[in-house]
């Protein structure tokens, strides 16, 4: 087991609009750990550049080195890691809410899903199957609201097999970890 990163800068002071971690963080960590070995190249991206600065903080912090990109969901990655990433982690904004709300650059970012709390994760879709490499996977945190088993359909016309990984009742929310892998 990995320890439980050091991070009680997050969500305060001049982070206060960074989500601060929480069970979904904590149920991706666990599902992650298997994986860990794989691990060696690290990089991150979001589209709060706050959430950005508060990552090199947490890395500064914890002992490791990554280049947090400022950009929309993958956008900056393109084309350097194509077919390169071999562990690949996305805990999206799944929160139903109106459409108005997605699409914002601070903490709404975090949680703002729109429709089904579907609208950014859909967008990333598509552009999975071209990041993974050969033996890469992907874990996607997700709730019961935006149809984990449709999401699994959904990404097999990407060519990508999926599982519902682990799961975890976190108060109202029912959470799951979706893996995918290329089929
Ligand atoms: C639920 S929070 C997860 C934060 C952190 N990764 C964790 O697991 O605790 C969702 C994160 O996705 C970021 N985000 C939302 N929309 C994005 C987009 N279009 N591109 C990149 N990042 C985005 C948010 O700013 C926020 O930091």
């Not at 280049?67 to 996305?90: A, E, K, S, Y």
């Not at 945190?141 to 016309?157: R, Y």
Request: hydrophobic letters at 40%; proline letters at 5%; a negative charge.
């Amino acid at each position: 087991m990995f320890s439980t990163p050091y991070s009680p800068h997050v969500g305060h002071g001049e982070y206060a609009d960074v989500y601060d971690p929480a069970e979904d963080t904590f149920l991706l960590m666990d599902a992650l750990e298997k994986d860990v070995k794989e691990i060696r190249r690290l990089c991150c991206t979001d589209i709060n550049s706050l959430a950005a600065n508060c990552t090199l903080e947490s890395a500064r912090q914890n002992g490791v080195n990554i280049q947090p990109i400022i950009t929309d969901l993958v956008t900056g990655l393109f084309p350097r890691l194509q077919n390169q990433v071999d562990v690949l982690i996305f805990n999206p904004p799944y929160v139903v809410t109106p459409t108005e709300e997605v699409g914002s650059r601070g903490i709404k970012a975090s949680w703002a899903g729109g429709e089904r709390g579907r609208e950014v994760m859909d967008r990333f879709f598509p552009q999975v199957s071209s990041l993974l490499s050969s033996r890469g996977v992907f874990y996607l945190i997700t709730v019961q609201e935006n149809d984990p088993d449709g999401i699994i359909g959904l990404l097999n016309t990407f060519n990508l097999k999926g599982t519902v990984f682990i799961s975890r009742q976190a108060g109202r929310e029912r959470l799951s970890v979706l893996k995918f892998w290329k089929a």
